[in-house]
């Protein structure tokens, strides 16, 4: 996923924040400079490494309160400046101003996020506690400041390029979106409700990583984990010795609802404890249980809707998305939803059939559907995931596949950096090339669970490519996959080979980007165009050319052998029933939690989640939502509410456009120029629904994506 739970509010440092309402004229405001206290703090200047790359080696804990502090000031008065100054509004004195401003803050926020996101501690996460409502105020005095919003209503659009006229609208409308036309009255509500719900959302934020981490799952005896192997077992052991439990075995949580390690266990017991622990983690009625903060989310974001004179807080949310409306959303959902759940009843089939056969005498369960769906695989495919990571060592994959299939399509290269400090010893550096030779960028890569870093993958930046504040992009790549025990390799499932894929695709669209102005750059999109690029870049994992050449086993060297390959392409669309539904189940389940037009529907959380399940027909009880509500992080701490549709409107993108480069000669550099011209590299500059059609040739269509599930022919 593109990372955006901050990168709503840190864009906004650009024009979303500060200056309380008044109507003065007084242009005397001075904008503050560090005093000799703060002079050794890495933070209130720009770095001096490549690219302002962050000094990691130099950055702690205690400098953050004193940036936040100083920032604000500053940015207080920077925008005070811009909204009362006494010169009529240009596009000069007011938009590319506010661009320019809140260097400090925006550079502190940055760092602080990825790293509450990455490697938190206590002293982060109390902090981030502390400034959440600081931040969400401070961003309330510029959207609801009426000089300020006079001054970019007067501006006029003639004389400016594409770009510029693109910013104006874009400030104008979000000044909108966010309230600039409520009373005084009811800016003040607005002011309160965006408060609380920034402290809530980061309380939720710090109990889901604490219910993770406490989660985790103990086994005493090795022969529970049979089914796993030598070095998974070797992994869990060295992960209880550090958890305080020598000579026991930890299986750590992810993200998700299914542990990709259910798919191996023998013990049916022992998937069953592994599965419970994760659905259950943030429903215990301890100091991480999560119902209570999501049920005062739910009714908060219902009252800013309203607030803002909308039914629910989705229509408000999606008024600047690809879909515009919840019930354009809800309709493609739709469209994917059925023929999902329908071939999934077919795939429980073929499971309790297989579960029937070996004289199993019970009835599939949730944690029995992976393990079981691989052994369907095998016996339908010859197929066996254990026969294929030998093949996906983690760096070959990354430097001899995603970088490979990046060097043909783009012409970009790449060269390992061992001199730029990191914030932990696990992250690798690189540093990009364009096809010219010129350098690009700065790239961060983060594999590793650990218990200092949120579940999932993301992508985020450190710095924006910007050319009217001369900027290059810093980027960074997180994931959480296990970390081998030491002298081991780090092999992965084909699954998690597509994760890497797709977050490189977030990663080569921040690369690429080229605005003149920070906050239409690179991956400032909407919400259901910022998955398309990552989305299609996944397929260049299967692409024969690029498989062959980081597809090699781990030991021997040797190339993936074609029968391998040929039983992976086959078995594309296998579990894809499951897959999809889960998939389709958990936007529904987030769309109906930000449809709500009346507090009388909010219900206590799981009865929610189980009437919405319901109502759309997921009532397969084998096939789970991939994020149950208690820890579906995505839409309660990052910033994907009423979003995560997202995910399968852009894949409608991805798969269409995937049809047509394959028509156009599949892996090459003309091909590559072209989606770099027109998706990569316009960020929010232009309409992007007339981006995809001047890419395409034509509208989206939704055949693609349900002939690549494999629900129509």
């Given at each position: 996923m593109k990372k955006i739970s901050s990168v709503l509010l840190i864009s906004a440092l650009a024009f979303n924040q500060s200056c309380t309402?008044?109507?003065?004229?007084?242009?005397?405001?001075?904008?503050?400079?560090?005093?000799?206290?703060?002079?050794?703090?890495?933070?209130?200047?720009?770095?001096?490494?490549?690219?302002?790359?962050?000094?990691?080696?130099?950055?702690?804990?205690?400098?953050?309160?004193?940036?936040?502090?100083?920032?604000?000031?500053?940015?207080?008065?920077?925008?005070?400046?811009?909204?009362?100054?006494?010169?009529?509004?240009?596009?000069?004195?007011?938009?590319?101003a506010l661009e320019k401003s809140g260097e400090v803050l925006k550079r502190a926020m940055i760092i602080f996020s990825n790293l509450t996101s990455a490697n938190t501690n206590p002293a982060l996460q109390a902090l981030d506690e502390e400034y959440a409502p600081v931040f969400a105020a401070h961003s309330d005095k510029m959207y609801l400041n009426e000089n300020l919003y006079k001054r970019i209503k007067a501006i006029s659009e003639n004389g400016?390029?594409?770009?510029?006229?693109?910013?104006?609208?874009?400030?104008?409308?979000?000044f909108e979106i966010a309230g600039a036309n409520l009373s005084s009255a009811d800016k003040e509500k607005l002011k309160?409700?965006?408060?609380?719900?920034?402290?809530?959302?980061?309380?939720?934020s710090n109990k889901l990583l604490e219910a993770r981490k406490q989660g985790g799952v103990f086994f005493t005896d090795a022969k529970e984990l049979d089914g796993l192997s030598a070095d998974e077992i070797a992994a869990a052991a060295s992960d209880a010795k550090n958890a305080g439990k020598p000579g026991q075995y930890l299986l750590a949580l992810q993200n998700t609802t299914q542990q990709p390690l259910l798919q191996n266990l023998k013990n049916r017991a022992a998937r069953e404890k592994l599965f419970k622990a994760s659905w259950m983690r943030a429903e215990k009625g301890d100091t991480n249980d999560t119902r209570e903060t999501i049920e005062k989310l739910a009714k908060l974001r219902l009252r800013k809707a309203q607030v803002l004179g909308k039914?629910?807080?989705?229509?408000?949310?999606?008024?600047?998305?690809?879909?515009?409306?919840?019930?354009?959303?809800?309709?493609?959902?739709?469209?994917?939803?059925?023929?999902?759940?329908?071939?999934?009843?077919?795939?429980?089939?073929?499971?309790?059939?297989?579960?029937?056969?070996?004289?199993?005498?019970?009835?599939?369960?949730?944690?029995?559907?992976?393990?079981?769906?691989?052994?369907?695989?095998?016996a339908k495919f010859d197929l066996d995931e254990n026969q294929i990571k030998p093949y996906f060592e983690i760096t070959t994959v990354l430097e001899k596949g995603v970088f490979f299939a990046a060097e043909k399509f783009y012409g970009l290269t790449f060269k390992k950096r061992t001199d730029l400090p990191v914030y932990h010893p696990d992250v690798v550096t690189y540093e990009v090339f364009d096809h010219d030779g010129k350098s690009l960028a700065i790239y961060y890569l983060d594999f590793y669970t650990r218990d200092s870093k949120n579940g999932g993958a993301w992508m985020s930046n450190f710095v924006e490519q910007s050319y009217l504040l001369g900027t290059k992009p810093v980027i960074v790549n997180c994931y959480n996959y296990q970390k081998p025990a030491p002298g081991k390799p780090s092999l992965i499932s084909y699954d998690d080979v597509s994760t890497i894929f797709h977050e490189f695709g977030h990663s080569i669209h921040g690369m690429f980007a080229s605005q003149k102005y920070p906050?239409?750059?690179?991956?400032?999109?909407?919400?259901?165009?910022?998955?398309?690029?990552s989305q299609i870049n996944e397929h260049w994992a299967l692409d024969p050319v690029v498989l062959k050449n980081y597809a090699l086993h781990y030991?021997?060297?040797?190339?993936?052998?074609?029968?391998?390959?040929d039983k992976i392409k086959k078995a594309a669309t296998f579990n894809q029933g499951y897959m999809t539904t889960e998939l389709v189940s958990a936007a529904e389940l987030d769309m109906d939690w930000h449809t709500v037009t009346d507090e009388k529907q909010l219900i206590p959380v799981l009865d929610f989640e189980k009437q919405s399940l319901a109502k759309h027909g997921f009532t397969?009880?084998?096939?789970?939502?991939?994020?149950?509500?208690?820890?579906?992080?995505?839409?309660?701490?990052?910033?994907?509410?009423?979003?995560?549709?997202?995910?399968?409107?852009?894949?409608?993108?991805?798969?269409?456009?995937?049809?047509?480069?394959?028509?156009?000669?599949?892996?090459?550099r003309e091909n590559g120029d072209r989606f770099k011209k027109y998706i990569l590299s316009v960020g929010n500059s232009v309409d992007l629904n007339q981006a995809f059609r001047d890419f395409t040739g034509h509208d989206p269509d939704i055949k693609p994506l349900l002939r690549n599930r494999g629900f129509i022919k």
């Amino acid at each position: 996923m593109k990372k955006i739970s901050s990168v709503l509010l840190i864009s906004a440092l650009a024009f979303n924040q500060s200056c309380t309402t008044m109507k003065t004229t007084d242009n005397s405001q001075e904008v503050p400079a560090p005093d000799a206290s703060l002079a050794s703090n890495p933070l209130l200047k720009k770095s001096s490494l490549q690219y302002e790359a962050p000094e990691f080696d130099k950055i702690k804990n205690e400098h953050f309160k004193p940036a936040f502090d100083f920032g604000l000031k500053q940015h207080d008065a920077e925008i005070l400046k811009i909204a009362n100054n006494a010169q009529a509004p240009t596009f000069e004195n007011t938009i590319v101003a506010l661009e320019k401003s809140g260097e400090v803050l925006k550079r502190a926020m940055i760092i602080f996020s990825n790293l509450t996101s990455a490697n938190t501690n206590p002293a982060l996460q109390a902090l981030d506690e502390e400034y959440a409502p600081v931040f969400a105020a401070h961003s309330d005095k510029m959207y609801l400041n009426e000089n300020l919003y006079k001054r970019i209503k007067a501006i006029s659009e003639n004389g400016l390029d594409a770009e510029g006229k693109r910013l104006v609208q874009y400030y104008k409308q979000n000044f909108e979106i966010a309230g600039a036309n409520l009373s005084s009255a009811d800016k003040e509500k607005l002011k309160q409700i965006n408060q609380e719900l920034a402290s809530l959302s980061t309380q939720y934020s710090n109990k889901l990583l604490e219910a993770r981490k406490q989660g985790g799952v103990f086994f005493t005896d090795a022969k529970e984990l049979d089914g796993l192997s030598a070095d998974e077992i070797a992994a869990a052991a060295s992960d209880a010795k550090n958890a305080g439990k020598p000579g026991q075995y930890l299986l750590a949580l992810q993200n998700t609802t299914q542990q990709p390690l259910l798919q191996n266990l023998k013990n049916r017991a022992a998937r069953e404890k592994l599965f419970k622990a994760s659905w259950m983690r943030a429903e215990k009625g301890d100091t991480n249980d999560t119902r209570e903060t999501i049920e005062k989310l739910a009714k908060l974001r219902l009252r800013k809707a309203q607030v803002l004179g909308k039914k629910s807080f989705a229509e408000w949310k999606l008024q600047d998305q690809m879909a515009k409306t919840p019930e354009a959303a809800t309709k493609l959902m739709n469209q994917i939803a059925a023929p999902a759940v329908e071939t999934a009843k077919r795939e429980a089939k073929d499971i309790q059939d297989l579960i029937d056969q070996q004289k199993g005498g019970f009835k599939v369960e949730p944690w029995d559907w992976n393990f079981y769906a691989e052994q369907v695989r095998k016996a339908k495919f010859d197929l066996d995931e254990n026969q294929i990571k030998p093949y996906f060592e983690i760096t070959t994959v990354l430097e001899k596949g995603v970088f490979f299939a990046a060097e043909k399509f783009y012409g970009l290269t790449f060269k390992k950096r061992t001199d730029l400090p990191v914030y932990h010893p696990d992250v690798v550096t690189y540093e990009v090339f364009d096809h010219d030779g010129k350098s690009l960028a700065i790239y961060y890569l983060d594999f590793y669970t650990r218990d200092s870093k949120n579940g999932g993958a993301w992508m985020s930046n450190f710095v924006e490519q910007s050319y009217l504040l001369g900027t290059k992009p810093v980027i960074v790549n997180c994931y959480n996959y296990q970390k081998p025990a030491p002298g081991k390799p780090s092999l992965i499932s084909y699954d998690d080979v597509s994760t890497i894929f797709h977050e490189f695709g977030h990663s080569i669209h921040g690369m690429f980007a080229s605005q003149k102005y920070p906050s239409l750059s690179g991956t400032n999109v909407p919400r259901d165009f910022v998955e398309f690029p990552s989305q299609i870049n996944e397929h260049w994992a299967l692409d024969p050319v690029v498989l062959k050449n980081y597809a090699l086993h781990y030991e021997t060297k040797q190339p993936i052998p074609q029968s391998l390959v040929d039983k992976i392409k086959k078995a594309a669309t296998f579990n894809q029933g499951y897959m999809t539904t889960e998939l389709v189940s958990a936007a529904e389940l987030d769309m109906d939690w930000h449809t709500v037009t009346d507090e009388k529907q909010l219900i206590p959380v799981l009865d929610f989640e189980k009437q919405s399940l319901a109502k759309h027909g997921f009532t397969l009880a084998t096939v789970p939502p991939r994020y149950h509500t208690p820890y579906f992080a995505h839409i309660w701490g990052g910033g994907y509410s009423a979003g995560y549709y997202a995910y399968l409107w852009s894949e409608t993108l991805d798969n269409d456009a995937w049809e047509w480069i394959s028509k156009n000669g599949g892996l090459t550099r003309e091909n590559g120029d072209r989606f770099k011209k027109y998706i990569l590299s316009v960020g929010n500059s232009v309409d992007l629904n007339q981006a995809f059609r001047d890419f395409t040739g034509h509208d989206p269509d939704i055949k693609p994506l349900l002939r690549n599930r494999g629900f129509i022919k």
